[in-house]
């Protein structure tokens, strides 16, 4: 039996060879998790496809220049070529625009309290999420899921550390009270 990661060297190499049924076997493995990460950034379907058709196009055509580091490096790879999509996209037809804080607009963190998850289905989160305005939604996973500091956020998005982390704050507040009139309704239809 062969080991996943050479299963995945083989099928690098197959498309850097221009094998196109190599190309469609990697279309079908990364497919369905490349359009999870897509759709925490964009939220209409149709914007969804076209953003992910732009993106393998990228991956294919700069896939020569991916340097393999192990087993799961090249979906790693993808995914940020997919984030760097979504926030293109964003920046040009959402028009991103996230206004600056004033330093006296960052909220407490202090006061921060994580919402139990519990019970809560994955797909629900992550409706929730994509329910922020856009401005949350963009720091937010850029933070949580690509697991950028503010500082790095900052750049990327052309905002301050502040406004980042202010816009962190607001997002896990709209979260945590969408989280609790979820679990408000499900107690309620249980009654």
């Known amino acids: ?3 996943e990661e050479e299963k995945e060297q083989w099928l690098l190499q197959q498309i850097l060879c221009g094998n196109t049924i190599a ?4 279309y079908t493995i990364y497919s369905g998790y490349l359009t999870t990460v897509c759709s925490r950034y964009v939220s209409d379907k149709d914007d969804i496809k076209d953003v992910l058709q732009d993106s393998f196009i990228k991956i ?8 393999y580091k192990g087993l799961g490096s090249l979906r ?4 940020r070529i997919v984030v760097n999509e979504s926030l293109k996209f964003l920046k040009r037809k959402e ?11 960052l ?3 202090a006061e921060e309290t994580e919402p139990d998850l519990d019970e809560i289905p994955t797909s629900v989160i992550l409706e929730m999420i994509r329910s922020l305005p856009v401005g949350y939604r963009t720091v937010f996973n850029l933070y949580i899921f690509e697991s950028k500091s503010h500082k790095e956020i900052a750049s990327i998005l052309e905002i301050t550390e502040n406004t980042s982390a202010s816009q962190l704050h ?6 945590a009270k969408q989280i609790n009139i979820y679990k408000t309704i499900k ?3 249980y009654e």
């Open 76 to 79: 790693a790879w993808s995914t």
């Open 170 to 175: 607001r997002a896990k507040s709209f979260l």
């Open 1 to 3: 039996m062969i080991k």
């Open 23 to 26: 190309m469609k076997e990697f």
């Open 187 to 189: 107690e309620r239809s």
């Open 107 to 109: 909220p407490d963190m």
């Open 60 to 67: 294919f055509k700069a896939i020569a220049n991916f340097e």
């Open 95 to 105: 028009k991103l625009e996230i206004i600056n804080s004033p330093v006296w607009d």
